[in-house]
């Protein structure tokens, strides 16, 4: 579904990713983690077609197109959707007015049916469930005045709503509390299915007890320095990510 | 309003959609301004004596003014002097319709290309509609329907000719021949425009509309509104401005005025969209427009919602005079620029009663060379104790060569006042855009969504239709502006 190839980018005149090989299949979840500045972001960001995000070398194809050719707007309607990791305010403007718009793009480019307000409706009262939160949650303005923890169920809730093929999930459980992180992964959970696959950006272990990956790569200095199971998550816990930040220098984005 | 698909799509094909000329016969006065035109126009109208010796009075200040050069030289606009003497000041279709069935079949279609229709079954859409074409109204809607109310609504000239107590009384009470400038001449000149009189009691139970369109060459427009609104009454009132595209500049002076007596509301609402000029800022309207409203009875409101998208130059200040104890005053603003328009808008709140409070809150949209200014004075005079005031005025930048200016004036001579003031100005962000386009979202609809999101507390004031034609005329307008 997704093959990343030697893949550069940088930041202003900063390469940050230093030649990163990734593959993932159908139905399959990889964690991505590191240390702060180890360019994890940098990764969701540039997939995402972030215009600050420059890759300078290297190849992702998407469902077998060339991803980096198409403008952000034709990624997400293709199936890509990003989870981000500090998601924007847009004042004044509804989180359902919003999706609605989200989602008719993404229906209508794909010749499917575009759905009217009543219609609309019916689907965002459903999927505020997936969240633990109500209908009016999704009538209050984009992110604005959001806590922190509703914030990371907005952009569950907004994932769930388009129902991507390809989920890049930005530190979805920075700055939440046990309560909102369980609500968090098991809206991640509910979404996880054959034809899905989710990149799951994260710092620490603790999310990964909840959505259990298949895969875990280390990221560090703009490289995978490691791959392997879920059981390397716990090694992290155990040592931290010292050993191969020495062995690979100082942290790439600083 | 304008809902049809039809509109819609016209609207998505052109840049500026009402731009289309109207062929008809016209009636018109030779270009100049002096005591024999304005005889003319009074005789035309078959004025009575008292309202040509008005107009003979506003014309002598007007000259005078003009004499010792005392154009208003503080808003932030410029523009080549304007020669008086090159305008025509009255032209009007030379059909006189008794009804509508008479009015001219090309009068009532350039009504219909833009999307009102003067159509008696109009009411079923809760409208009741005022054409004013030119110098003249061509046709007002449901006229004896309200009458049944009592309401009086149709032109100027009409209500001259009907109701000259009320007109006389009221005719320059609240903006007097004096007041300015271009009220000076609009007092001289002026042609025509609405009349409507709500009585004691009565709640208006249609949106009134008044549509205005330019249609003649060098022209200029000068209508005159006014409106009153007897004790516990109450009405919104709608108004619609568009006019052809030419490479001169046309001069569009307006007064309109408002009077609310005891426990009365009027809430005006404006949709302005006179042509805007070319990309290098040829042609287009002066928009000079002098609104004011006075709050005469106790416990009485006037709500003034604009949103200004058109004229090359917009000069206008809806203000209202808090006169009568615990009186209302409001003010909700969206001015877009864009191209080479300039706007200097905002509005001024008289505090002179009692516990009186006023609102204002204005978005201000620039986009690629285009000029955007607040100015806005709210005055607290000596007995008006308790007067509360709270402004809020933003700016949003659209690219990199526009500009956004705020001017607030504040004088308070009450201790007991309270008054808030905010401003911010904002850029449309990349990482906006880039959000929206992450959810599937299209660059230009992302950043008609944040604009909307912007606007939305004065589009909220809007009646349900026009509140739809805002939201659309922007997008239009924005169309190719990204950023």
């Known amino acids: 579904m997704l093959e990343i190839k030697n893949l550069h980018a940088s930041v202003g005149d900063v390469e940050i990713l230093k030649g990163v090989n990734l593959s993932v299949n159908a139905g399959e979840v990889h964690a991505i ?96 469930k997936v969240v633990e939160m109500d209908r009016a949650f999704a009538r209050r303005a984009v992110n604005e005045g959001f806590s922190g923890g509703e914030r990371k169920r907005s952009e569950i809730l907004q994932m769930a709503v388009l129902e991507p093929k390809l989920a890049i999930l930005d530190e979805p459980d920075s700055g939440l509390d046990v309560d909102a992180l369980r609500v968090v992964s098991e809206g991640i959970n509910e979404l996880r299915s054959p034809e899905r696959s989710l990149l799951l950006i994260t710092h620490y272990q603790r999310i990964l007890s909840y959505v259990v990956p298949d895969f875990i790569h280390i990221i560090v200095n703009g490289r995978f320095v490691r791959s392997g199971g879920k059981e390397l998550a716990l090694e992290i816990e155990a040592e931290g990510y010292d050993k191969y930040t020495e062995a690979a220098g100082a942290p790439a984005g600083e | 309003m304008t809902t049809s698909n039809e509109v819609v799509q016209q609207a998505a094909a052109q840049e500026y959609k009402y731009g289309f000329i109207t062929d008809i016969e016209a009636e018109s006065t030779p270009p100049g301004l002096n005591e024999d035109i304005v005889r003319w126009i009074s005789a035309k109208k078959e004025e009575p004596e008292w309202l040509l010796e008005w107009r003979l009075r506003a014309l002598r200040h007007f000259l005078t003014l003009l004499e010792k050069e005392q154009l208003p030289a503080w808003a932030n606009v410029s523009y080549p002097p304007i020669n008086f003497q090159d305008i025509i000041y009255y032209s009007a279709p030379k059909s006189r319709p008794e009804s509508l069935e008479e009015v001219d079949p090309e009068i009532l279609e350039t009504y219909r290309k833009l999307g009102i229709s003067l159509d008696e079954q109009k009411l079923l859409a809760g409208v009741a509609v005022d054409a004013v074409f030119d110098s003249v109204s061509v046709a007002t809607t449901f006229k004896t329907e309200l009458a049944k109310q009592g309401i009086i609504f149709g032109s100027f000239s009409d209500a001259v000719r009907e109701h000259p107590d009320l007109v006389r009384k009221y005719l320059g009470s609240v903006v007097p021949y004096t007041d300015n400038f271009y009220a000076s001449l609009n007092a001289a000149v002026f042609t025509d425009g609405s009349f409507c009189y709500i009585p004691k009691g009565v709640r208006c139970p249609v949106d009134l509309t008044t549509y205005f369109r330019i249609n003649a060459a060098g022209t200029g427009q000068f209508e005159r509104t006014l409106i009153i609104a007897d004790d516990d009454s109450y009405v919104s009132y709608l108004e619609g401005c568009s006019a052809p595209m030419r490479d001169e500049n046309q001069l569009h002076a307006a ?125 607290v005079m000596p007995n008006a104790d308790n007067a509360r005031n709270i402004t809020r005025c933003d700016s949003l930048l659209i690219g990199d060569q526009c500009g956004a200016h705020t001017t607030p004036y504040v004088e308070v001579r009450n201790n007991s006042a309270k008054l808030e003031h905010e401003a911010y100005t904002s850029r449309v962000s990349e990482d906006q855009l880039f959000y929206c386009n992450q959810r599937g979202i299209s660059l230009e609809d992302a950043q008609a969504l944040v604009i909307n999101g912007f606007c939305k507390e004065v589009f909220s004031k809007l009646p349900f239709e026009f509140a739809v034609e805002a939201t659309r005329l922007l997008e239009v307008n924005l169309e190719g502006t990204v950023g």
């Open chain 2, 255 to 379: 007064v309109v005025e408002l009077v609310t007596e005891e426990n009365a509301e009027i809430k005006y609402s404006t949709i302005q969209n006179w042509y805007p000029g070319d990309a290098n800022g040829k042609g287009g309207i002066y928009n000079f427009v002098t609104k004011r409203g006075r709050c005469e009875g106790r416990n009485s409101k006037i709500s003034w919602t604009q949103v200004e998208t058109g004229s090359a130059i917009t000069w206008k200040y809806p203000s209202v005079i808090l006169k009568g104890d615990n009186s209302i005053g409001e003010f909700y603003s969206v001015a877009l620029t864009k191209g080479h328009q300039q706007a200097d808008t905002g509005t001024k709140m008289v505090h002179i009663g009692k516990n009186t409070r006023s609102t204002i809150i204005s978005k201000g949209i620039s986009a690629e060379h285009a000029e955007n200014t607040y100015r806005g004075q709210v005055k």
């Open chain 1, 33 to 128: 983690m590191g240390p702060n500045g180890s360019g994890k972001s940098t990764l969701a960001n540039a997939l995402a077609g972030h215009a600050n995000y420059k890759v300078t070398a290297g190849s992702v194809t998407f469902d077998g197109k060339d991803l980096l050719a198409q403008p952000p707007e034709q990624r997400a309607r293709a199936g890509l959707f990003l989870s981000f990791q500090n998601p924007i305010e847009i004042p004044g403007v509804r989180l359902d007015h919003f999706l609605r718009a989200g989602l008719n793009a993404v229906n209508k480019s794909k010749g499917l049916e575009e759905l009217d307000v009543l219609k609309f409706d019916r689907l965002i009262a459903k999927k505020v």
